[in-house]
Structures are given as C-alpha cells and as structure tokens.
C-alpha cells in the first residue's frame, strides 16, 4: 500500500500551497485532507445553530476537490475529513488514529495572532509528531 499524506487546511494561503505541494509530489498513495473545526472560534456553536462554520468548512472540500480533480496525481485516493477540536491537537490526534505516514501543513494559518516566522499550530505538530512533517511556507 502507498504512503498517508495528512493535509491540514483552513483556507489560508501557507495550507492552499501545502496541498498543491502534496498533490505535486505524492502520486500514489492517499492524500486525506483534514479541516479542524475550533470550537473556540465566536460562531462555533455545538448544537449546531452556528451551521456557518461546517458551511466553510464545505466550501473548503468543495475547493479540495477542484484542485484535486486538478491535478494529475495518478493512482492517488484523497479523502476530505472534517473534525472538531483546537488544531493543534485535533491534528496530532488524527494522525495517530489514521496511521499517517507524512503531514504536510501550512507555516500559518488564519489565526488573528500570528507568530513571527512558524505558525504556533505548524510548530506544535513539526516538535509533537511522530511522523515526518514539511512544513510549506
């Protein structure tokens, strides 16, 4: 069986260049695209009343499968997966139960405070997993 390439996205430009640099390098294989869901953002709501963020969150796989369908990766499965959770952990938790092999990942995100070079997310998987990480600037 082929490599599990884990991709976090949140929209931002570092996570759109991320995917582009797996679906360029990593034919073969599976590709799982993750979206984390933070509850701690002001329109998160659990019951479900809050439906923009899982709205986004479609318009974010919406854009996975236009850039997938895209590109010419050969004999490569992708998989869009929505979660919740504080990124940072959502992703390190998923990469443990999915038996990923690789994570590529943005070097920040959208958050409103931004670290100076990495960011806090990137740098807390890069030092916290147990697989390879490339971090895309």
């Given at each position: 069986?082929?490599?599990?390439?884990?991709?976090?996205?949140?929209?931002s430009?570092p996570?759109?260049?991320?995917?582009?640099h797996?679906?360029?390098?990593?034919?073969?294989?599976?590709?799982?695209?993750?979206?984390v869901?933070?509850?701690?953002?002001?329109?998160?709501?659990p019951?479900g009343?809050?439906?923009?963020?899982?709205?986004?969150?479609?318009?974010i796989?919406d854009?996975?499968t236009?850039?997938?369908?895209?590109?010419d990766?050969?004999?490569?499965e992708l998989?869009?997966?929505?979660i919740?959770g504080?990124?940072?952990?959502?992703?390190?938790?998923?990469?443990?139960?999915?038996?990923?092999?690789?994570?590529?990942?943005?070097?920040r995100?959208?958050?409103?405070?931004?670290?100076?070079l990495?960011?806090?997310?990137a740098?807390?998987?890069?030092?916290?997993?147990?697989c390879?990480?490339?971090?895309?600037n």
């Amino acid at each position: 069986m082929g490599r599990h390439i884990l991709v976090p996205v949140d929209s931002s430009e570092p996570a759109w260049r991320a995917l582009e640099h797996a679906l360029s390098f990593h034919t073969g294989g599976q590709i799982t695209v993750l979206h984390v869901i933070d509850p701690q953002q002001g329109d998160y709501r659990p019951d479900g009343s809050g439906d923009s963020v899982y709205r986004r969150s479609e318009k974010i796989a919406d854009e996975v499968t236009q850039r997938f369908e895209g590109a010419d990766v050969p004999s490569t499965e992708l998989t869009f997966e929505t979660i919740e959770g504080k990124p940072k952990n959502a992703i390190l938790r998923f990469e443990s139960d999915a038996d990923v092999d690789q994570i590529i990942i943005g070097s920040r995100g959208n958050a409103d405070v931004k670290r100076l070079l990495l960011g806090s997310v990137a740098e807390t998987v890069a030092r916290r997993s147990d697989c390879p990480v490339t971090i895309v600037n």
